[in-house]
């Protein structure tokens, strides 16, 4: 029963999970109740496995992949015309050069997205002190936490702590 004195049900076949359920649903509501609060429930039913809904493809991918193709196809050029002006023996020099120039640009991307999701974290997130709890046969180190809400967590850290 949420506010306006009409029963809902969810179906679900798990006691434990309902139990849990109900007294954090009723202490999520408002003090006072509004009386309308049916015409806030919406039902929408799931979508069958087969047709599952596709993600849509951000355009700025589309430029990425746009902007690599031309710096490629620019490469090749560079290419072919050390062949054409300096001899076809000498083409060999920006094809193996290619090779760290490629790992180089891989490394970078890793490093730039590494960044990003730090600067993310940075003005989004919120920190809170963790402690040390073990560490796994791998050398993973896993800290203890207590979050925002007050639940303790825990987490894998990529350092090895102490």
């Given at each position: 029963m949420l506010t306006d004195s009409t029963v809902h049900r969810v179906a679900g076949g798990n006691s434990t999970a309902a139990t849990a359920f109900v007294p954090a649903a009723t202490a999520a509501l408002p003090a006072?109740?509004?009386?309308?609060?049916?015409?806030?429930?919406?039902?929408t039913p799931p979508a069958p496995p087969g047709e599952a809904e596709e993600v849509a493809y951000h355009p700025k991918y589309q430029r990425r992949q746009v902007i690599a193709f031309g710096l490629l196809l620019a490469y090749v050029g560079y290419a072919i015309w050390v062949g054409a002006t300096h001899g076809a023996e000498t083409v060999?020099?920006?094809?193996?050069?290619?090779?760290?120039?490629?790992?180089?640009a891989v490394l970078l991307s890793f490093a730039v997205n590494v960044t990003l999701v730090h600067l993310a974290?940075?003005?989004?997130?919120?920190?809170?002190?963790?402690?040390?709890?073990?560490r796994t046969t791998d050398g993973t180190a896993w800290y203890k936490f207590t979050?925002?809400?007050?639940?303790?967590?825990?987490?894998?850290?990529?350092?090895r702590g102490s």
């Open positions: 006072r109740r509004d009386p309308v609060g049916n015409a806030r429930v919406t039902v060999i020099r920006p094809i193996a050069a290619a090779t760290p120039l490629g790992l180089g974290l940075r003005r989004r997130g919120g920190t809170v002190p963790a402690s040390f709890d073990f979050d925002a809400d007050g639940i303790e967590r825990s987490g894998r850290g990529k350092n």
